[in-house]
């Protein structure tokens, strides 16, 4: 295999059985089950594959390369098959088709902890779990200070976890993990563990791994991770890869494929549409500033909030937009104080009624759009719909954003990007 | 570490259609993984108990006591002219070990369920490392047996220096028998409950409450398809003296141990795949 390749997975394919076969249900595989399945299936003379296994291809067609100092993202939603492929590449499971080439040291961290004793201290849990992650004792013992430090438990070292809070066993557990050093790292959503500060810490390590020239194949729900930390992302969909190339082009075509979040919003029903005897919804969508609609935008260029309606009955009329961060914080509500407008009466017809977030403002992650028109003076609220369209804010690492060359997590609901003076006083 | 001479990877293959044999160069690379799942194995046997390490000595020697009164006593058994507390005793450090090997090892791949789905290494090291915790209760208990032959004023000969073959025997019958049932285990839960069953019954198809000289010879060749037979007369003959187990008994048992280890690891790395998918 090429040198520069460190992982290269051709019609890579796994089965599963469901349905009615025994191997299914292994928790209650019992044995008579198999011996009377047999035996019926003497009696009839039926292969009983065909009567009782239902099979189904968890993965099918699996190609892709990548190359060594390569992070990739695997995203996809759940049963798409990600946690199947991880577990392939990691060794647990076994392929049913199809060959994978790793070049190098692979190391997987599917899960932090893994074989940790309760009864055991903490000095101990190191060593077990160190060499259980594949490294060798020596290794651990050299690596032991440093793990320890990371971990910021120093005091309790010598307690069995089981006296741990939580917080303090992820962070051990972690900090093991942290210290793997392979030459291909392969990890799950194991950054959701711990406390926000140690999360930083440890997302802070993961980015030194990829700088350090290691390949990193992460799998994760978290878009804002995915997009900051992989150039590249694969997105999978029924076991098969739609989309290989940018993660911001990933991303947003799993994001475009969800339920749940969408920029566009529709009612063609005028029965169920939101409003009243004098304007009614007809549709709320997020643009970017070519005017097409897309569920994930970059921080940097401006954001537009479109809303379709008819007005029935001429009114004062007052359109207003409710942003929510993904944390349910309302991060603003603006109303419509174009002049044109402003205390003008709408006549009968339909309006498109536009608000544009400047690029650099919101933060980013996902949003939450209610749309509302009401007229205040006196106040009627014609209607509100909550939960109107949803999209993603990606802040990538060209540097010309408000992050700047600062590659982790960044808190606050807005990231404006603010100018700067600088005196020196000499 | 960054590697030095990066352009020299080893290269690792998965290919589903290489069916691999059980590949010693891996299971080499972790041998420190054996260590240290048989030291915690170890380590937490006895944790939070109050008597700790004395249950190693505790549990052979009542079940000693309540051998030697009820069959010793009261059923009048014969012991081949030792005293029946020796005699039992002597049988019950390999059968003792063997109980606990065998239901350590049977049951260790469902009890590491989370090694299994989460983490590689070669699955054979999670039975491997089951053999030696019963080692250290052995050990322990034969503290036990060396206070008894003061008791009884006797004294150890050359025999002695064969045991180490007796007990090998031992783990092989253990290992051999644990890594069949600990596979099937995974897929078939009745194995927990057939082993419980199994050591019962196998306790008194084994010389550990009586000896092997009351069963008749024509009985012998089938009665020591049961390797734990010959591990028992051997360990008898090694610390009591006597007669050598007889040949032929002891060959079977020896070809029957090494069938059972030999099949099982077959039946165990065809099915390694599949354990975190159907555990």
């Known amino acids: 295999m090429e040198n520069h390749l460190a992982v290269r997975v051709s019609k890579l394919g796994k089965q599963f059985q469901r349905g009615e076969h025994l191997s299914q249900r292994a928790n209650s595989g019992r044995l008579t089950e198999v011996l009377t399945s047999n035996v019926k299936s003497l009696l009839t003379r039926r292969r009983k594959d065909v009567q009782l296994v239902d099979k189904f291809w968890a993965l099918q067609d699996i190609n892709f390369e990548v190359q060594h100092g390569e992070i990739v993202g695997i995203i996809g939603r759940n049963g798409a098959g990600k946690s199947t492929l991880l577990k392939i590449l990691s060794r647990i499971t076994r392929p049913t088709s199809g060959k994978i080439e790793i070049n190098g040291r692979m190391g997987s961290l599917l899960e932090v902890g893994v074989g940790f004793h309760p009864d055991l201290t903490g000095r101990e849990n190191i060593y077990l779990n160190g060499v259980i992650m594949g490294m060798r004792r020596e290794e651990v013992g050299r690596k032991f200070d440093e793990i320890v430090e990371f971990s910021e438990i120093e005091k309790f070292i010598d307690t069995p976890v089981k006296r741990y809070s939580s917080g303090m066993y992820t962070r051990l557990a972690f900090s093991v993990a942290a210290h793997l050093d392979p030459d291909i790292l392969v990890v799950d959503e194991v950054l959701a563990v711990g406390d926000m500060s140690f999360q930083k810490k440890c997302l802070n390590k993961m980015e030194d791994v990829g700088t350090e020239g290691r390949t990193v194949l992460f799998v994760s729900h978290n878009m804002s991770a995915v997009t900051r930390l992989c150039p590249r992302s694969i997105l999978l969909d029924n076991g098969q890869i739609v989309t290989d190339g940018p993660s911001a082009q990933a991303v947003g075509q799993y994001l475009q494929s969800g339920l749940d979040t969408k920029a566009r919003r529709r009612w063609d029903n005028p029965s169920i549409a939101p409003g009243n005897d004098r304007v009614r919804l007809i549709e709320v969508r997020i643009c970017d500033e070519n005017r097409n609609v897309q569920d994930a935008l970059d921080i940097r260029h401006p954001i537009r909030i479109e809303m379709d309606y008819e007005v029935l009955k001429e009114t004062v009329l007052v359109p207003n937009y409710h942003v929510m961060n993904d944390n349910g914080i309302k991060v603003f509500v603006v109303h419509d104080l174009d002049p044109a407008w402003r205390g003008r009466v709408r006549s009968k017809g339909n309006y498109t009624s536009t608000s544009i977030i400047p690029g650099n403002f919101l933060s980013e992650g996902s949003h939450i759009v209610g749309a509302a028109i009401s007229t205040h003076d006196p106040l009627v609220v014609h209607f509100y719909e909550r939960d109107a369209v949803a999209f993603q804010v990606i802040d990538s690492l060209d540097g010309d954003s408000a992050r700047g060359d600062y590659a982790s997590h960044m808190d606050g609901i807005v990231r404006p990007l603010l100018e700067w003076e600088t005196e020196y006083h000499k | ?279």
């Open chain 2, 1 to 279: 570490m960054n590697n030095n001479n990066s352009n020299q990877y080893i290269t690792l293959v998965i290919d589903a259609d290489n069916n691999k044999v059980l590949e010693f160069r891996t299971i080499w690379a972790y041998h420190d993984l054996i260590w240290f799942l048989s030291w915690s194995n170890v380590a937490v046997r006895y944790k939070q108990t109050i008597l700790g390490v004395l249950w190693a000595v505790i549990q052979p020697f009542l079940a000693m006591i309540v051998f030697s009164i009820f069959f010793g006593l009261l059923l009048g058994v014969g012991s081949d002219n030792i005293p029946y507390p020796l005699f039992s005793y002597a049988a019950l450090l390999p059968w003792q070990y063997f109980s606990s090997a065998l239901n350590g090892i049977s049951m260790s791949l469902v009890s590491n369920q989370a090694l299994l789905t989460k983490v590689f290494f070669p699955r054979i090291i999670i039975p491997v490392s089951s053999i030696l915790p019963p080692l250290i209760d052995l050990g322990i208990a034969s503290i036990m047996y060396f206070v008894l032959m003061l008791l009884y004023g006797r004294t150890f000969s050359w025999e002695i220096l064969l045991l180490p073959l007796f007990l090998l025997l031992a783990i092989m019958t253990a290992f051999g028998f644990g890594i069949w049932i600990a596979t099937l285990n995974v897929k078939y839960r009745d194995f927990r409950y057939i082993l419980q069953f199994l050591l019962q019954i196998w306790l008194f198809a084994s010389p550990v409450t009586y000896s092997t000289s009351i069963v008749p010879d024509s009985w012998l060749p089938i009665y020591s398809i049961n390797p734990m037979v010959s591990v028992i007369d051997g360990f008898r003959w090694a610390l009591l003296g006597g007669d050598f187990p007889a040949l032929i008994p002891l060959l079977i048992s020896t070809l029957i141990s090494t069938f059972m280890v030999l099949s099982g690891l077959y039946y165990f790395n065809r099915n390694e795949g599949l354990f975190a998918d159907i555990i």
